[in-house]
């Protein structure tokens, strides 16, 4: 079972960048579906991006898609989500998570997901 540790939150204005990156302990990271939440105060924890172990398929929620990129680099056991064009909406703990061997619509909800890791904040200014 891999374990995962989030970096790259801080505090950005409205319409500026950030990207996250997720790093994976393992030997088996290749073979895990990887996903992005987030959860915003007073909000339940809701699915942002995924991609596939082999990086060919991605989902996306309708609230980011256009504006965040997910990746992955097998070799580096690092996934990562570029965000453009950010809005205070998307202020909120973003968390990584993990899914071994899944794809379809199940790895678009947390059940999905059997590793987490311990988040890190996003915030927006407007």
């Known amino acids: 079972q891999v374990q995962l540790v989030e970096s790259g939150g801080g505090l950005v204005q409205a319409g500026g960048s950030l990207r996250l990156s997720c790093a994976a302990s393992g030997r088996t990271f290749s073979s895990y579906t990887m996903g992005w939440f987030r959860q915003a105060p007073g909000k339940e924890r809701e699915f942002v991006a995924a991609?596939?172990?082999?990086?060919?398929?991605?989902y996306y929620a309708d609230s980011v898609k256009g504006r965040f990129t997910i990746s992955r680099d097998n070799a580096k056991n690092t996934v990562y989500l570029q965000m453009n064009s950010l809005k205070p909406e998307d202020t909120a703990v973003y968390y990584c998570?993990?899914?071994?061997?899944?794809?379809?619509?199940?790895?678009?909800?947390?059940?999905?997901?059997?590793?987490w890791g311990q988040g890190t904040q996003v915030t927006v200014s407007s």
């Open positions: 998570a993990a899914a071994y061997l899944r794809f379809g619509a199940v790895v678009l909800g947390i059940k999905g997901y059997n590793v």
């Open positions: 991609i596939v172990w082999s990086g060919g398929i991605t």
